[in-house]
């Protein structure tokens, strides 16, 4: 994307993290003048330098351009403006068993916006939030400035949906729900994205948008909790848990979802609880997936501790520990669930990931991660793993043992090689083919 004319609308969005920023480059890029307001100064600096603090394909190129156009600038107080676009985290709090959203960060923001706020001006929020933060937290606390929220100035709750790892992309192309306050704000809303979305643009009420984007989290959730638990059952029975889920999705009617190490991410693993913390007694069925989810990473290291067992000062090297293949984000990744969980057991864990170097250096090492190893345990199936070549690995490893969480490798080679390939939900296998 070149970047286009200037258009005479001023954005300010608040927060540039991985929706702010990427959200940030496109508008400037589509000719807005943009503001970007984060309160870390290394980002505002980097950004400014046109660099960024993630990683997202596209999205470097794009940030760069705008910046140099001069459409783009970063800064650590909102300024007036035309628009106010609020993407700040809203993380969850836990004490004990008790989970709370913290909306701290939204509040904060709403604030800083207040004495900016003019008439005729738009305020969208972004942030996942529990349904009727627009109505009953951002738009009370906007109208303390003394303006009325519909009459005076438009407000909108627009739920971003893009993957991570495909941002740049869906941001574009996906279609867009966008709750408004009222009809008119919705409206004012859709102008804006028009812009730039390209995919469907729907118009609902606030309360409605702030729920679909948990639902469809929760959705995804559940339904993974449902393919790691019938993966439990199948290892019972003796089926190959990833062959049965293959043929059963042949039905045109059944979509099921992959098994794995557990659930991660900051949203999937966080989303439901947005709505468990609010409607416990409700949300029975939610409340149990997460915790079906979450003793994923335990049933990965009782399975690697088995496959040890014996083995004096066992070395264990992990293949990717972001949450998911082919990004470099570690928030929520069970990966590192399954590392506390083997380091608890006075296993010795080495770190190979080439998207996360984040933690140390030492993560993009392959001979230091993999010699004396005594198990590769795949974990996050980045692609660079599949060319992995184990003949070279096994030459360094000290036993040929290799766990796959995720299907993802070509047992086959392995096998070819001497290691033992063992399979995460595989059961005991039976060829009846
Ligand atoms: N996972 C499985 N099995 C599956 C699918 C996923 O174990 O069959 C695991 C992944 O390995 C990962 C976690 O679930 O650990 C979440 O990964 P994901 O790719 O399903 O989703 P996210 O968290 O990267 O992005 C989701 C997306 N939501 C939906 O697909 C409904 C994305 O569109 C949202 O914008 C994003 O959450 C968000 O920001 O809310």
């Known amino acids: 994307m070149s970047v286009k004319k200037t258009i005479k609308q001023k ?3 608040l927060g540039l993290g991985y929706i702010g920023l990427p959200t940030a480059s496109v508008l400037a890029s589509s000719g807005f003048q ?6 870390k100064h290394t980002l505002v ?9 993630i990683h997202e394909p596209g999205l470097h190129t794009l940030v760069q351009a705008a910046v140099h156009s001069g459409n783009l600038v970063a800064r650590f107080e909102p300024e007036p403006a035309d628009v106010f676009l609020i993407a700040v985290p809203t993380p969850l709090r836990k004490e004990g068993d008790r989970v709370e959203v913290d909306l701290g960060n939204v509040e904060a923001a709403v ?12 305020v969208i929020l972004e942030s996942t939030s529990p349904p009727g933060t627009l109505e009953d937290l951002v738009a009370p606390l906007l109208e303390q400035g003394g303006l009325k929220a519909g009459s005076d100035f438009y407000a909108a709750y627009c739920p971003e949906r893009v993957l991570p790892g495909r941002t740049m992309k869906e941001l574009i192309e996906n279609n867009r729900i966008i709750g408004g306050y009222d009809p008119a704000s919705a409206r004012k809303a859709e102008a804006l994205y028009r812009h730039f979305v390209e995919g469907e643009i729907i118009l609902t009420d606030a309360r409605t948008a702030e729920m679909v984007k948990l639902a469809e989290n929760i959705y995804r959730d559940v339904n993974v909790a449902l393919a790691n638990e019938l993966s439990t059952i199948c290892e019972k029975l003796g089926i190959n848990a990833w062959e049965m889920i293959r043929l059963a999705n042949l039905h045109p009617r059944v979509h099921l979802h992959q098994p794995g190490p557990g659930v991660g991410g900051h949203c999937i693993s966080v989303d ?6 609010r409607y416990p007694d409700e949300s029975r069925m939610l ?16 399975l690697v501790v088995r496959l040890l067992e014996g083995i004096p000062d066992p070395v264990v090297t992990l293949m990717g520990v972001a949450y998911k293949g082919n990004i470099d984000d570690t928030r929520e990744s069970p990966a590192l669930r399954v590392l506390d969980e083997l380091r608890g057991r006075g296993i010795t864990c080495r770190i190979y990931d080439p ?9 993009n090492n392959l001979a230091a991660a993999f010699s004396s190893s005594d198990c590769a345990l795949l974990l996050a199936d980045h692609d660079e793993f599949r060319y992995l070549y184990p003949r070279e690995l096994g030459k360094i490893m000290r036993r040929r043992v290799v766990v796959d969480t995720r299907s993802c490798l070509e047992r086959a080679l392995w096998e070819e090689h001497g290691f033992t390939y063992h399979l995460l939900a595989l059961g005991l296998e039976r060829d009846c083919r």
């Open 11 to 13: 954005i300010c969005i």
């Open 34 to 39: 943009v503001l970007g307001v984060d309160c």
């Open 45 to 53: 600096d980097t950004i400014n330098r046109g660099l960024v603090h």
């Open 111 to 122: 604030k800083a916006v207040t004495p900016h706020l003019q008439k005729g001006n738009l």
């Open 272 to 277: 439901p609880w947005f709505v468990i913390s």
């Open 287 to 302: 409340s149990l997936a997460r915790r079906i989810n979450d003793e994923r990473p335990v049933i990965v290291a009782e």
């Open 355 to 363: 998207h996360v170097l984040a933690l140390s250096e030492e993560t």
